[in-house]
């Protein structure tokens, strides 16, 4: 009597982290990399229905005052991008801020990300604005949403990169 066997296990995709088919992932060695200044900035928006605005402005969500709760996140995630974003180092910044206000259709964001590193910040000031955004998103959400539970009115982004810098860091004696 033979003994079933199971069928063949698919071929797996070579190690090399590149290319349409996974396989193993890995991190760009930056370590011939020269340290320099980096800092990067980002802009961005989240549009709100006139409601959630009006409240905003008059200090009436019920969660609190998502400006403020939306600064914090945003300082908070820029210091964990490494941990949401596979293939980004941890970047020990230098100094970051999140800036929201009120203001057109809805909320403005800028945010800034600085290190003395060997690799760029501009992951780590996309992740801060973003967030930033979704907090106030989700502290608003109860007044979003229409009779059916949908967000007709909310949009996030553009979400961009405004200005990447990198330049050389003085040697001292």
């Not at 698919?10 to 200044?37: E, F």
Request: aromatic letters at 2%.
């Amino acid at each position: 009597m033979s003994r079933p066997t199971s069928p063949p296990l698919p071929r797996r995709a070579r190690s090399h982290g590149r290319g349409p088919r996974g396989g193993g992932a890995r991190q760009r060695d930056i370590s011939g990399k020269p340290v320099t200044h980096r800092r990067a900035l980002v802009e961005g928006e989240l549009r709100l229905s006139e409601a959630a605005r009006r409240a905003i402005e008059e200090g009436r969500v019920e969660k609190g005052d998502p400006l403020s709760a939306g600064s914090l996140a945003g300082l908070s995630a820029m210091k964990r991008t490494s941990e949401l974003i596979p293939h980004c180092h941890l970047v020990p910044l230098t100094t970051s801020r999140v800036e929201l206000e009120l203001g057109g259709q809805g909320v403005r964001v800028r945010a800034e990300a600085q290190a003395l590193w060997s690799t760029g910040v501009e992951m780590e000031a996309l992740v801060g604005a973003t967030l930033a955004l979704l907090t106030v998103w989700d502290m608003v959400k109860y007044l979003e949403k229409d009779a059916r539970g949908q967000y007709p009115a909310t949009v996030l982004g553009p979400v961009r990169v405004v200005r990447k810098v990198k330049e050389r860091v003085a040697r001292s004696r």
